[in-house]
C-alpha cells in the first residue's frame, strides 16, 4: 500500500456549528485545489474531535499526568479517569467495564481477536484430544479454520490473508450476495467445519454502509455451538463495528457477540480504539499480543494513554446520549441528498450503490455512481471545488481508476463501479451544505462532459 500524504486540515472551532474544515494549504498534495470553502463529506473515513472530547483530553493531559499504576494522588486520578471511561465506554455497547481492552485502534483490537482465536483453537485442540476425530487432528484438518465476508477491512482481511500463508490457519471468505450486499446466515452456517474457531464479520461496510445480520448469524452459530459440546472448539463471534458505533444502536448482548471492535476516530473520538470482550479471560479467552507492565489485565499492557482514553469515554457518552438525534439526522440528510442526486441529474444517470432490497444500510452512507463516460468516481472528486468525499476506504486511495472490489463482490456493475463515489455525513451536516455539494456535483459532470 503506497504511503499517503495527507493535507493538514485546521479546525476552525468558530465554524464548528457549521463543520467547515479549512485546509491548511490551497493546494493539496494531490494538486487538488483546497479552500476555507470544502466541505467535509467523507465521515466513514474519520471524524473530527468533538469539543467537548478536546476538552476533556486537555483537562487530563493537565491534571491526569500522574502514571495510573502509581498509589499517590496523581496517579489515582489518573486510575479514576480509567476506570470511569472504561464504564461508559462498556455501557455504549451493553457490556460491563471489565469487559473493555484499550487498544491503539480498530486494526490492533482485529488482530487481538484473530490471534486469540488461534490460540483458543490451540488450547481446546490440545484438552479435546480424542474428541475430534484423527482426520481432524492431523494435515490441514488441525488448522483453525476462521470464518470472514470477503468485504472485510484490511485489518480483518490482511490479518486473515496472513495467517493463511504462514499456514497458522485456514479462511473461509464468504462471499456476500448480489442480490442483497450482506452476508447471508445460511452461507456462513454452510461454511463451517469442525475446526472452526472464530467467525468475524462485520457490522457494516465501510464502504456501502450495508449492515450485516450479525443478530442472526450469532443466533445460528450459537446453535451449532451448543451441539458442538466438547468435541470441537467452540466458535467465537466477532464483529467489527468501527463503522456502526455513533451511527446505529450496538449492544453486545443483543446482537449476541463475544467480542466488538469500537474504534474511536470513527465517533468524534480520539485516535485510539477498544475491544469489548464478554468477561475477558473467564467467559471468553484473550490471549495477549503484548506482553509487559500487566495493565490492562496483561491483556494489553503498556502505559495507559490515560488522555486519549478520556477522550474516548467522552466520546462515548455523546454516543449513549444523543444516538437516536444523530441517527435521525443523518437520516434525513442523506435522504435529503439522494433527493437532490435524483432531482438534479435524473433516475437515468444516478445508481445508488447501497440500495439493495432486503437490506438496511447506515443512515449517514450514501455510495453513488454517476453514470456516463469519463466520469470517473476519482475524477469527479478532484474537479469538485466544494465536495471532499472519496471513492472508497481511505486506506485504498492510492487505486488508480481501479473500482473498488467491495462494489465489485455486491454485484455492481464495473463501469458503474468505476464511477463511485462515497458520499458519508456528518453530524453538522447541514441540508445548505446537501444543496451546495449537488450543485458542484453538477458544474463538475457539465465540466467533464464538455472535455468527453
Ligand atoms: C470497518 C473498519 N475496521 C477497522 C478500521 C481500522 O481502524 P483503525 O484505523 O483505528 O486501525 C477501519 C478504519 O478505517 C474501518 O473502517
Not at 496517579?75 to 471489565?98: C, E, F, P, Q, W
Not at 490457519?169 to 450486499?181: E, G, I, Q, R, Y
Not at 451449532?224 to 448482548?253: E, F, Y
Not at 434525513?332 to 445508481?351: M, N, S, T
Amino acid at each position: 500500500m503506497a504511503e499517503k500524504i495527507d493535507t493538514p486540515v485546521i479546525l476552525d472551532h468558530n465554524l464548528w456549528g457549521t463543520l467547515t474544515h479549512h485546509c491548511a494549504s490551497d493546494l493539496d498534495h494531490h494538486g487538488v485545489a483546497d479552500g476555507p470553502d470544502r466541505i467535509y463529506m467523507d465521515y466513514n473515513a474519520t471524524t473530527p474531535v468533538d469539543p467537548e472530547v478536546i476538552k476533556v483530553i486537555t483537562d487530563a493531559l493537565t491534571d491526569a499526568w500522574g502514571n495510573p499504576s502509581s498509589n499517590y494522588l496523581p496517579g489515582l486520578n489518573a486510575r479514576d479517569i480509567i476506570y470511569h471511561s472504561r464504564d461508559t465506554i462498556a455501557r455504549m455497547v451493553g457490556g460491563k467495564a471489565a469487559d473493555i481492552i484499550f487498544t491503539s485502534g480498530g486494526t490492533e483490537a482485529n488482530n487481538l481477536v484473530f490471534h486469540t482465536a488461534v490460540e483458543h483453537f490451540r488450547k481446546s485442540k490440545t484438552s479435546a484430544e480424542g474428541g475430534m476425530n484423527s482426520q481432524q487432528l492431523n494435515g490441514r484438518g488441525s488448522l483453525p479454520h476462521i470464518i470472514i465476508s470477503n468485504v472485510e477491512h484490511d485489518s480483518i482481511k490482511l490479518t486473515a490473508k496472513h495467517l493463511l500463508k504462514e499456514g497458522k490457519a485456514d479462511v473461509t471468505f464468504v462471499p456476500v450476495s448480489k442480490v442483497t450486499a450482506r452476508v447471508e446466515v445460511e452461507d456462513v452456517i454452510a461454511a463451517i467445519r469442525p475446526t472452526t474457531c472464530l467467525v468475524s464479520i462485520m457490522l457494516a461496510n465501510n464502504e456501502t454502509g450495508i449492515i450485516m445480520p450479525i443478530k442472526d448469524i450469532c443466533q445460528r452459530v450459537k446453535d451449532v455451538n451448543k451441539q458442538r459440546a466438547t468435541s470441537a472448539p467452540r466458535i467465537l463471534l466477532h464483529t467489527d463495528a468501527a463503522q456502526g458505533i455513533g451511527k446505529i444502536r450496538v449492544d453486545a448482548h443483543e446482537l449476541g457477540v463475544d467480542y466488538i471492535t469500537i474504534v474511536g476516530h470513527k465517533f468524534y473520538g480520539p485516535r485510539i480504539g477498544a475491544l469489548f470482550a464478554n468477561g475477558p479471560g473467564t467467559t471468553t479467552p484473550i490471549s495477549p499480543l503484548l506482553f509487559g507492565g500487566g495493565q490492562e489485565r496483561n491483556f494489553r499492557p503498556g502505559t495507559e494513554n490515560t488522555a486519549m482514553i478520556a477522550g474516548l469515554g467522552k466520546a462515548a457518552e455523546l454516543v449513549s446520549l444523543n444516538l437516536a438525534e444523530y441517527e435521525a439526522h443523518f437520516l434525513d440528510i442523506r435522504c435529503y441528498l439522494e433527493e437532490k442526486l435524483l432531482a438534479v441529474f435524473g433516475k437515468d444517470k444516478i445508481h445508488f450503490n447501497s440500495h439493495f432490497s432486503g437490506s438496511s444500510i447506515l443512515p449517514n452512507t450514501c455510495n453513488v455512481s454517476i453514470l456516463g463516460r469519463g466520469l470517473q468516481g476519482r475524477r469527479v472528486l478532484s474537479t469538485c471545488r466544494r465536495l471532499l468525499a472519496s471513492v472508497g476506504a481511505a486506506c485504498h486511495s492510492d487505486r488508480g481508476d481501479q473500482p473498488s472490489h467491495i462494489l465489485l463482490s455486491c454485484g455492481i456493475p464495473y463501469d458503474v463501479a468505476t464511477n463511485a463515489v462515497r458520499i458519508s455525513v456528518g453530524r453538522s451536516t447541514s441540508r445548505e451544505d446537501v444543496d451546495i455539494v449537488v450543485e458542484d456535483l453538477r458544474d463538475t459532470v457539465e465540466q467533464l462532459e464538455r472535455m468527453n
